[in-house]
T-cell receptor, first 115, second 114 residues
Framework: KAGVTQTPRYLIKTRGQQVTLSCSPISGHRSVSWYQQTPGQGLQFLFEYFSETQRNKGNFPGRFSGRQFSNSRSEMNVSTLELGDSALYLC??????????????FGPGTRLTVL | GQNIDQPTEMTATEGAIVQINCTYQTSGFNGLFWYQQHAGEAPTFLSYNVLDGLEEKGRFSSFLSRSKGYSYLLLKELQMKDSASYLCAVRDEYSGAGSYQLTFGKGTKLSVIP
């Protein structure tokens, strides 16, 4: 079974621009979560999507948004980029059955650099 | 909310045993995960504990005490390839919506030396 895939792997943008990142979950997985990883803060939860609905959201400004498509693929968008948005953005997928002992499996990440 | 603490760095010798501790405070608890992350790579799942006790998986074992808010990851017969960051993550249920949120510690960077 193929793992979680993310595109692009690397991205360089300038302040004020916007960016869209893509994540394809493991086949059969319906939940997709996004995380931001920086050296100072570690892995921080952004949001989770399940069946095309945002089910959970972390403490990030509204510039960070996402969506999920009917095939469970997900996109994350960051508008009006700031220097502090430079990070590794990780996507994780899971089966996410209610009450299940789900495990999240991570993709390789997108390294975003904001200049 | 969640608060997860683990040591920032540890060094151990090849062939030895190392224990990486994790303490947590949480308003809800639905399991604790350990992930391994090599530099520049994605985290990979190592273990999961939801009940008290020890879970063993080859050279890796993980222990949980829910009453103490404490877990550890034990790595035996250390190999050079075990040099990586080890992330402790606690899962709780978000607002009863059926969504489980993972909160991660900042990770412990383990260096294995010859």
């Amino acid at each position: 079974k193929a793992g979680v895939t993310q595109t692009p792997r690397y991205l360089i943008k300038t302040r004020g621009q916007q960016v869209t990142l893509s994540c394809s979950p493991i086949s059969g997985h319906r939940s997709v979560s996004w995380y931001q990883q920086t050296p100072g803060q570690g892995l921080q939860f952004l949001f989770e999507y399940f069946s095309e609905t945002q089910r959970n959201k972390g403490n990030f400004p509204g510039r960070f948004s996402g969506r999920q498509f009917s095939n469970s693929r997900s996109e994350m968008n960051v508008s009006t980029l700031e220097l502090g948005d430079s990070a590794l953005y990780l996507c994780a997928s899971s089966l996410a059955g209610r009450g299940s002992t789900d495990t999240q499996y991570f993709g390789p990440g997108t390294r975003l650099t904001v200049l | 909310g969640q608060n997860i603490d683990q040591p920032t760095e540890m060094t151990a010798t090849e062939g030895a045993i190392v224990q990486i501790n994790c303490t947590y405070q949480t308003s809800g608890f639905n399991g604790l995960f350990w992930y391994q992350q090599h530099a520049g790579e994605a985290p990979t799942f190592l273990s999961y504990n939801v009940l008290d006790g020890l879970e063993e998986k080859g050279r890796f074992s993980s222990f949980l005490s829910r009453s103490k808010g404490y877990s550890y990851l034990l790595l035996k017969e250390l190999q050079m390839k075990d040099s990586a960051s080890y992330l402790c993550a606690v899962r709780d249920e978000y607002s009863g919506a059926g969504s489980y949120q993972l909160t991660f510690g900042k990770g412990t960077k383990l260096s294995v030396i010859p």
